[in-house]
């Protein structure tokens, strides 16, 4: 399979790849075609650059000219290869014809994947990655992005008609772990027998459905050394939600300050915490314990591997799964592990406060 990744600028196009690659998918970059075409006649790398030559070489030897060398070196290699990244219609179409013509029996020769996110995202994301060609302010972004969307002419960049064309189109406006869940299901999909594309849409797991909403709950939170959130829910319904913040009536961190204090944790490791606030965990279960509803048997959705505290609380809640999204220095894992709670976290990295 060959799958085309189209595409915003800071979308996470390089990301939705790094997953392909870990799933063993070969990498063409139309990016590094670029960066040596560009070398080679002695110009600067920069984003301009990057795209006058490749209107150039699209304009000379045909709109998918780029595409379609690295389509060859992918045949030649042959297996599983990922094109990065599909900028005009032209591209689409001659690698739409390309996998048609050379394997008639495949179901899925070629496809097309596109990212996006919202632009204030988008922008922040290249700023933070901080490479040559992404020095810009946000206006200029969106002046030079606004040349990009919509070309007619089909040797041109446009962005917006390649992400209509794409097979499947994935937002990306929250979190890597996220991404990579909808990512891994639709490449699923696309191995499986039954493969059908449904309109390009894929919706959320009930795992994603809640973990949304608990990034959303946390944007409530009054700490900043960690605006954290929870959601508590069985049967794919909604018990109790939560976040990080002082008892009710008490001062927020974010109008006086945090009330730090050096913690010795069980490992003999000495940390300074905020003791102001309640966690989010403690405050969802300090909820259903004042509305009366039973969280027996619930999952628990978190932003980090619960802390020992919130993980006792959670064992005699009677709560029996947990999900979160990254681990946490201090984080009890083993202790609801040994208490019969299921964890599950979604990326395997350790946040550190
Ligand atoms: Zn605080
Ligand atoms: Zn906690």
């Given at each position: 399979?060959?799958?085309?990744?189209?595409?915003?600028?800071?979308?996470?196009?390089?990301?939705?790849?790094?997953?392909?690659?870990?799933?063993?998918?070969?990498?063409?970059?139309?990016?590094?075609?670029?960066?040596?075409?560009?070398?080679?006649?002695?110009?600067?790398?920069?984003?301009?650059?990057?795209?006058?030559?490749?209107?150039?070489?699209?304009?000379?030897?045909?709109?998918?000219?780029?595409?379609?060398?690295?389509?060859?070196?992918?045949?030649?290699?042959g297996?599983?290869c990922?094109?990065?990244?599909?900028?005009?219609?032209?591209?689409?179409?001659?690698l739409?014809?390309?996998?048609?013509?050379?394997?008639?029996?495949?179901?899925?020769?070629?496809?097309?994947?596109?990212?996006?996110?919202?632009?204030?995202?988008?922008?922040?994301?290249?700023?933070?990655?901080?490479?040559?060609?992404?020095?810009?302010?946000?206006?200029?972004?969106?002046?030079?992005?606004?040349?990009?969307?919509?070309?007619?002419?089909?040797?041109?960049?446009?962005?917006?008609?390649?992400?209509?064309?794409?097979?499947?189109?994935?937002?990306?406006?929250?979190?890597?772990g996220?991404?990579?869940?909808?990512?891994l299901?639709?490449?699923?999909?696309?191995?499986?027998?039954?493969f059908?594309?449904?309109?390009?849409?894929?919706?959320?797991?009930?795992?994603?459905?809640?973990?949304?909403?608990?990034?959303?709950?946390?944007?409530?939170?009054?700490?900043?050394?960690?605006?954290?959130?929870?959601?508590?829910?069985?049967?794919?319904?909604?018990?109790?939600?939560?976040?990080?913040?002082?008892?009710?009536?008490?001062?927020?961190?974010?109008?006086?300050?945090?009330?730090?204090?050096?913690?010795?944790?069980e490992?003999?490791?000495?940390?300074?915490?905020?003791?102001?606030?309640?966690?989010?965990?403690?405050?969802?279960?300090?909820?259903?314990?004042?509305?009366?509803?039973?969280?027996?048997?619930?999952?628990?959705?978190?932003?980090?591997?619960?802390?020992?505290?919130?993980?006792?609380?959670?064992?005699?809640?009677?709560?029996?799964?947990?999900?979160?999204?990254?681990?946490?220095?201090?984080?009890?894992?083993?202790?609801l592990?040994?208490?019969?709670?299921?964890?599950?976290?979604?990326?395997?990295?350790?946040?550190?406060y």
């Amino acid at each position: 399979m060959i799958i085309g990744i189209s595409g915003t600028l800071g979308a996470g196009k390089g990301t939705v790849v790094e997953f392909l690659k870990e799933r063993g998918f070969a990498h063409y970059s139309v990016r590094e075609f670029l960066v040596e075409e560009i070398l080679k006649r002695g110009l600067d790398v920069n984003r301009d650059n990057m795209v006058s030559v490749a209107n150039d070489l699209r304009a000379k030897f045909g709109a998918a000219y780029i595409v379609e060398e690295l389509h060859g070196r992918a045949m030649e290699r042959g297996g599983d290869c990922v094109i990065e990244s599909v900028r005009c219609v032209g591209e689409v179409e001659a690698l739409r014809e390309k996998s048609k013509v050379q394997s008639p029996k495949s179901k899925v020769g070629f496809v097309l994947w596109a990212v996006d996110a919202d632009v204030e995202s988008r922008y922040a994301r290249i700023v933070e990655r901080g490479s040559s060609t992404d020095m810009i302010s946000f206006d200029d972004f969106v002046r030079q992005e606004g040349s990009e969307m919509k070309n007619e002419n089909p040797l041109k960049q446009n962005l917006k008609a390649c992400i209509e064309m794409a097979d499947v189109c994935f937002r990306n406006d929250w979190t890597i772990g996220e991404l990579k869940g909808k990512v891994l299901k639709a490449l699923d999909k696309f191995e499986s027998d039954d493969f059908v594309i449904e309109g390009g849409y894929i919706r959320p797991t009930w795992d994603e459905y809640f973990m949304e909403i608990c990034r959303a709950v946390a944007k409530r939170a009054t700490c900043d050394r960690g605006r954290s959130g929870c959601v508590i829910a069985r049967n794919k319904q909604i018990l109790v939600t939560g976040y990080v913040g002082s008892p009710i009536g008490l001062p927020h961190c974010d109008e006086v300050g945090h009330q730090l204090e050096d913690t010795i944790h069980e490992d003999g490791v000495k940390r300074t915490h905020c003791i102001r606030t309640t966690h989010a965990e403690q405050n969802a279960i300090c909820q259903a314990a004042k509305l009366g509803i039973s969280i027996d048997g619930a999952t628990v959705y978190c932003k980090l591997e619960p802390c020992s505290v919130c993980a006792k609380m959670i064992v005699n809640s009677g709560i029996k799964r947990v999900v979160c999204e990254k681990r946490y220095q201090s984080g009890a894992q083993s202790l609801l592990e040994e208490a019969g709670v299921l964890v599950e976290v979604l990326v395997d990295e350790v946040e550190k406060y």
